[in-house]
């Protein structure tokens, strides 16, 4: 029977880039990763390649791996931040060089980027079993015994692990074979998520812009587009997806304005709902939870990948404080929840907070809203604990 100082379920974006940070800094120790997807080979370049935002400190840490390149052509620096409130007076605009960096973060293209890091995966030693998921797992007193199905055969082999590592997804099947209940209530909004082309370039804006039927974010992508994240009421939903491409480009316009440009086209869109969840506990005997299985929250901020990319840091973090005899131990997995739990519900807390905030109809709290953020664009200490929110500057 194979055993691994490290098994990683999960070989998306957080259970990929685990795996190679722990690769990195620890060469000599066996790490695994069970994928259920076989990644797609040779695919082109596609107008609706989703995206994600990576926080300045999420690209600092990964620039130090080399696992991001600001040379890549999928990959777009945020130059500007522009927060507004429509139908109200306050905005305020962040900025790079008033933090002493060249971009606030960057905008990745979540296809080739998973093609990168799967390439990653192969050439560094780095087991992986794809497509292929756990049927079952059992925890003994030194190691995790897991029972991983195959998809190509019928065949299902048996592994043992120092450190089960769970990072298979909102919906993380091994989450529940571990009986850990995700706490979770949804928001009355769910988001629409599509690529526009704008006229004349973005020039490296992105806008956050709240509206009466929910936040609207705009981030700079490749080729002049941007990637919309509409947040509306669920019930609207239907009737923005069923229009045609001209109905849709119309009403973003009419909703967002044309401080970002004015929308030429647009792709593919598709829409998910809304969640605020949390596991009930990030670690398990000789298990540890990151990423979205470990937490959901609103997009508002675009926090959702950096918040995993530090459960990843703290891991290696955790790793590097213990002997590889002590991976998965009592004291390294308490080690590791106590070191994330401020993070987590800071964040947590005030994404859950700000959309609460925006969503509030009421004039009282409006007028409060605006004055708060005309106060941001005036003062740059008002401005402070935002910019380093976005930035992932934590401490």
Not at 172 to 195: C, D, M, V
Not at 231 to 254: G, H, I, P, S, T
Not at 314 to 319: D, W
């Amino acid at each position: 029977m194979q055993h691994f100082d490290v098994l990683i379920v999960g070989g998306g974006m957080a259970g990929a880039t685990a795996a190679i940070s722990i690769k990195k800094q620890h060469p000599y120790c066996r790490i695994a990763v069970v994928e259920a997807f076989a990644p797609k080979a040779n695919t082109h370049p596609s107008f609706d390649d989703r995206s994600i935002a990576l926080a300045e400190q999420s690209i600092d840490y990964l620039n130090r791996l080399e696992l991001f390149s600001k040379e890549w052509r999928f990959a777009e620096p945020i130059l500007q931040v522009n927060v507004s409130d429509r139908g109200h007076f306050g905005k305020t605009t962040i900025e790079p060089k008033a933090h002493d960096v060249d971009a606030l973060g960057y905008v990745v293209e979540v296809n080739p980027y998973g093609q990168f890091l799967h390439q990653q995966l192969q050439s560094h030693d780095i087991t992986v079993f794809c497509p292929a998921m756990v049927s079952s797992l059992t925890q003994h007193l030194d190691y995790v015994e897991v029972l991983i199905a195959l998809e190509s055969s019928e065949q299902k082999i048996s592994v043992q692990s120092s450190l089960l590592v769970v990072a298979d997804g909102a919906q993380s099947p091994t989450r529940a074979l571990l009986n850990l209940e995700f706490n979770s209530f949804p928001y009355e909004q769910g988001a629409l998520i599509a690529n526009v082309k704008v006229a004349q370039g973005h020039k490296g804006q992105a806008f956050e812009r709240f509206t009466p039927q929910g936040p609207m974010a705009l981030l700079p992508m490749s080729e002049d587009r941007y990637s919309v994240a509409w947040c509306m009421k669920r019930e609207a939903l239907d009737e923005v997806l069923a229009y045609d491409d001209a109905q849709f480009l119309a009403r973003l316009q009419q909703e967002f304005g044309y401080r970002g440009g004015i929308f030429e086209a647009v792709g593919m869109r598709s829409s998910y709902p809304l969640v605020h969840g949390r596991v009930s506990d990030v670690v398990h005997h000789r298990v540890v939870i990151i990423g979205n299985a470990a937490h959901a929250i609103h997009p508002i901020a675009g926090q959702g990948f950096n918040l995993g990319v530090r459960d990843i840091q703290c891991l290696n973090t955790c790793l590097n404080h213990h002997d590889v005899s002590e991976w998965g131990s009592h004291a390294f997995t308490q080690a590791y929840k106590v070191a994330r739990a401020r993070d987590i519900s800071r964040v947590m807390t005030l994404t859950d907070g700000l959309v609460r905030l925006f969503s509030n109809h009421s004039r009282t709290v409006a007028f409060g809203r605006s004055c708060g953020l005309l106060l941001m664009s005036l003062f740059t200490n008002f401005k402070a604990p935002l910019a380093k929110q976005l930035m992932g500057r934590v401490k």
